[in-house]
């Protein structure tokens, strides 16, 4: 396996954003049960007195929870939702798989950002896409608590992934830099689309001296491949992580 490249730290990074805060804070109530299925949640002016933000704040806390199907909302208030499901639709539980490196890389600290670029030469073919074919590009960078990176991970979309997933497909408009995207559910959102996931994953440790990752500690480099049932690449991960300082778990099933 070739070593990784150092990824990239978006420009202007800051903490994560007041409602990623919000949603996990609810997110929490809900899985233990603190907010009862079928039971209405509070007024978004109740929360947002809660939690010290303001009501727009709220309100796209609540669009990420309604997104991942844990709430409902109609003309009466917004509501924890019940444990029924529609025939077909994915099964969803409060604990599941996070993009790109579960649980514990999604509620920490994190910087992440989405560029429209091209991937390097070799990953070309894989993704379906011709020499110089821009692409979807994430990174994703996990701090420690005083703020040093224990984790990046870079992941490149394929063509087929923009075709077939329309949470993806939207960005195909991104001019720029999208600093703070919340690209958690990929996974949910590939079901959604009615893909069946196999991964592959060479895990190792990068020859030579660490570089750029929680200092000079060991490191361990995953690179993960993720394909639908036809056996098209959806999307190529490359992660590295500080041995000594994070743990990795990542947990799948098609």
Known sequence: ?????????????????????????????????????????????????????????????????????????????TFAAGTGREPGEP????????????????????RTSLTWEAPPAGLTTRLGLVPGEPTLVHRHVVLSPGGTPMQRSVSWFSRAALIEIPQLAKYR???????????????????QAGLRLTRRESIGVPPGRATGVGGGAPRLAVHRVVCDQHGHALEITDIDCAAQGVSWTYEFSG
Do not use: C
């Open 1 to 77: 396996m070739t070593e990784a490249a150092p990824v990239p730290e978006p420009e202007h990074p800051a903490a994560v954003p007041l409602y990623l805060k919000v949603a996990a804070a609810l997110r929490d109530d809900l899985a233990d049960r603190r907010i009862a299925p079928g039971s209405r949640l509070p007024s978004e002016r109740s929360l947002a007195h809660r939690y010290h933000v303001n009501r727009q704040t709220v309100r796209s806390a609540l669009q990420l929870l309604r997104e991942e199907r844990l709430v409902v909302t109609d003309r009466r208030g």
């Open 91 to 110: 099964a969803l539980t409060v604990r599941r798989q996070l993009f790109p490196g579960g649980t514990e890389a999604a509620d920490a600290l994190v």
């Open 173 to 191: 408009r991104t001019r720029g830099s999208v600093l703070h995207p919340d690209m958690r559910l990929l996974y949910h959102w590939m079901h």
